[in-house]
């Protein structure tokens, strides 16, 4: 089953991206670009919810069909 969960990126002084979630306890994430960051954010949330129980991946939203994405384009 696909869930879509909330990720919160920043860009820290460091110069790397940092991905938390609200949704999913424990949830971090950091990573030179947005890409990198959102693919290591992606595996650690799969490995996260596959240790929680069952009654807390319930409580997660399924992927839905039609959703709406921000797009960065930088010029």
């Known amino acids: 089953m ?4 909330q ?4 860009k820290l002084p460091e ?9 999913v306890q424990g949830l ?5 670009t947005i890409q990198e960051t959102i693919e290591i ?9 596959e240790s929680q ?4 991946i319930a409580a997660l939203p399924p992927a839905r069909e039609v959703f ?5 384009v930088a010029t």
Do not use: W
């Open 7 to 10: 990720l919160h990126i920043e």
């Open 53 to 56: 129980s069952g009654a807390d």
């Open 68 to 72: 709406d994405y921000p797009l960065i």
């Open 41 to 49: 954010a992606r595996d650690v949330a799969k490995k996260l919810i």
């Open 15 to 23: 110069n790397v991206y940092l991905a938390t979630s609200d949704e």
């Open 2 to 5: 696909e869930h879509m969960i």
């Open 28 to 32: 971090v994430a950091q990573g030179r």
